[in-house]
């Protein structure tokens, strides 16, 4: 069984920083590409950054320059720093992983989601 749980979410000012985090765990033989996502309130869920395996990345273009997404291939972890937070930035935040269990084919994976949340 294979699991995404994501860490880091909450309540910051305009302007701000935080670090979400993202652990895939279980029997896990090899991860692909993983990604950040959030939906805000009454809107579709939308890509924020995507990373490699080989650690190629791409963003969304609200993001550009104020968020980092990175990855510790040896510690199955995701993470996506945000800077110059806006509050247009307040959604829901999940990760996502494409992950080849033991055992198991390719399938694409969701963490239940940490809540962001931009206000002065």
């Known amino acids: 069984q294979v699991q995404l749980v994501e860490s880091g979410g909450g309540l910051v000012q305009p302007g701000g920083s935080l670090r979400l985090s993202c652990a895939a765990s279980g029997s896990i033989f090899s991860i692909y590409a993983m990604a950040w996502y959030r939906q805000a309130p009454g809107k579709q869920r939308e890509l924020v950054a995507r990373i490699t395996s080989s650690s190629n990345t791409n963003y969304a273009d609200s993001v550009k320059g104020r968020f980092t997404i990175s990855r510790d291939n040896a510690k199955n972890t995701v993470s996506l720093q945000m800077n110059s937070l806006k509050p247009e930035d307040t959604a829901v935040y999940y990760c996502?992983?494409?992950?080849?269990?033991?055992?198991?084919?390719?399938?694409?994976?969701w963490g239940q989601g940490t809540q962001v949340t931009v206000s002065s």
């Open positions: 996502n992983a494409d992950i080849r269990a033991v055992g198991v084919g390719l399938y694409n994976y």
